[in-house]
C-alpha cells in the first residue's frame, strides 16, 4: 500500500478539549506525524484528562506524545527545536496564554517561516470576548442555534452532540490543508484560525440567510423542517420514522406512494406555500395513513417510489445497521493496557486507501526520549 496523503507532514499538536484535537484526528487520519506536546506530569501541571476514556482514545489516537514544561527554559528551546522542522503548529489557547508562553504565531512564524499555524479560539483571536473562555454549549446559545433547536414553547435546547466544537475542528482542519497547498506554490506558512462562536454562526446556514435577506427570525420547529413540508418525523404502526417530500417532483410521488391522489387535488396543498400554511392538517393526514402499517413497510414503499426516507435508530442500532457496517465506520485497535477498543473512523474515504484510525492514543510522554534526544545532540 502507498503512503498515506499526509506522510512526512510533521504537526505539533497544542491542543486541549475536544475543538482543536477534532482538528489534529483529521490529519493524523491521513498520515501525518503527530507530536502531541503536553505538560510533565506532576501534581500542579497533570493534564486534566482521563486518558483511559473512550473520548481520549477516539481524540488522541495515531500521535506521538511529548512531554516538555513550556515554562521552564530547557522545554521551551527544546520546543522552538521542534518548530524549526515542524509543517504545522495548532493550538486552542487562550490569546493572552500562547503570547506570555512565547509561542504564538509571530514568535514561531519568526522562526520557520513555512510553518502553517491554526488556531481556535471561542470566539475570536480578536475584539471584546476574544479573552472570554467558552465551551461547546455556550457558542451553541450565543450563535442562536439553541432558539432554533427543540419543539416550540419548551424553551432553547442544546443540540446533542458538541457541535459547535466538532465544526469548529473540522474548518480549521479545512483551513490548515488549504494554507498547506497555498505553501506549495509560496513557499511560506499562514496564520489561520476560527472560532466556536465563528463556526456555528456559519452552521446557521440557510436559517441565517433567511434573517439576513428578509429579517425574518427562524424560531423552534421541532422535528418539522422549518420550510419544507412534509418534512418532519411521522408516527407508524410500530414506532417513528422521518420524510422528507416537499419538493414539486416529489410530492406527487409521495401522494402516490401512499395511495392518496385526492391529496394532488387539493388546491391548497399544491404549492409549498400552501402546505406550510397547512402543515398541521397536512402532518396529521399523513400520520393517519402510516398509522396502518409498520415503519419498515412504508420505508420500503417510499424508497421505492424515490422518497428520501429513514428509520430512527439509537446509536447502537445505527452502527449495526447494514449499510453502516459495510461503511467500516467503527474500527478497532489494541492498546496495551485496554485491550482491543473499537473507535469512529474517518469520514473521508480517499481512494485507494481502507478506512482506518492508526494506533490506539499513547501514554502520557511515552515518547518524549525518542523524540527529543536527537535535540540534545
Not at 489494541?334 to 473521508?348: C, D, Q
Request: charged letters at 20%; proline letters at 7%; a negative charge.
Amino acid at each position: 500500500m502507498e503512503a498515506l496523503p499526509l506522510s512526512g507532514v510533521t504537526v505539533l499538536d497544542l491542543t486541549l478539549a475536544r475543538a482543536g484535537p477534532t482538528a489534529v484526528r483529521h490529519l493524523a487520519d491521513w498520515g501525518a506525524n503527530i507530536i502531541r506536546i503536553e505538560p510533565p506530569a506532576s501534581p500542579d501541571t497533570a493534564p486534566d484528562e482521563n486518558r483511559d476514556s473512550p473520548d481520549f482514545q477516539n481524540l488522541h489516537r495515531n500521535k506521538r506524545m511529548v512531554a516538555l514544561d513550556l515554562k521552564s527554559p530547557e522545554g521551551y528551546e527544546a520546543f522552538l527545536s521542534l518548530v524549526r522542522d515542524a509543517d504545522i503548529v495548532v493550538e486552542n489557547m487562550r490569546v493572552s496564554v500562547k503570547r506570555r508562553l512565547r509561542i504564538a504565531w509571530e514568535d514561531l512564524h519568526a522562526i520557520n517561516p513555512r510553518l502553517v499555524y491554526g488556531s481556535i479560539s471561542g470566539f475570536g483571536q480578536t475584539g471584546p470576548y476574544a479573552e472570554r473562555p467558552a465551551l461547546d454549549q455556550i457558542a451553541q446559545g450565543m450563535s442562536g442555534l439553541m432558539s432554533i433547536t427543540g419543539q416550540p414553547g419548551i424553551g432553547p435546547m442544546r443540540v446533542g452532540i458538541d457541535v459547535a466544537d466538532l465544526t469548529a475542528g473540522n474548518l480549521l482542519a479545512f483551513a490548515i490543508m488549504t494554507a498547506l497547498f497555498e505553501r506549495e506554490r509560496t513557499g511560506k506558512g499562514r496564520w489561520v484560525h476560527t472560532s466556536l462562536l465563528e463556526s456555528m454562526m456559519f452552521m446557521l446556514d440557510f436559517q441565517a440567510a433567511r434573517y439576513l435577506a428578509t429579517g425574518e427570525v427562524p424560531a423552534q420547529a421541532g422535528n418539522d423542517h422549518p420550510i419544507h413540508i412534509p418534512a418532519g418525523v411521522f408516527r407508524t404502526r410500530d414506532g417513528h420514522i422521518t420524510i422528507a417530500a416537499s419538493s414539486p417532483r416529489l410530492w406527487p410521488r409521495f401522494c402516490r406512494a401512499l395511495r392518496r391522489d385526492d391529496w394532488l387535488a387539493n388546491a391548497e396543498w399544491a404549492s409549498l406555500a400552501g402546505r406550510s400554511l397547512a402543515r398541521e392538517a397536512i402532518n396529521a393526514a399523513i400520520e393517519r395513513e402510516l398509522a396502518s402499517q409498520d415503519g419498515a413497510f412504508w420505508i420500503d414503499r417510499l424508497s421505492e417510489a424515490g422518497i428520501p426516507c429513514g428509520p430512527i435508530l439509537t446509536i447502537a442500532e445505527a452502527f449495526e445497521d447494514p449499510q453502516v457496517r459495510h461503511l467500516a465506520m467503527a474500527q478497532t485497535v489494541s492498546h496495551p493496557r485496554l485491550g482491543t477498543t473499537s473507535l469512529i473512523a474517518s469520514p473521508i474515504k480517499i481512494e485507494p486507501f481502507p478506512r482506518s484510525v492508526g494506533p490506539a492514543a499513547r501514554e502520557h510522554g511515552e515518547d518524549t526520549l525518542e523524540i527529543t534526544a536527537p535535540l540534545l545532540d
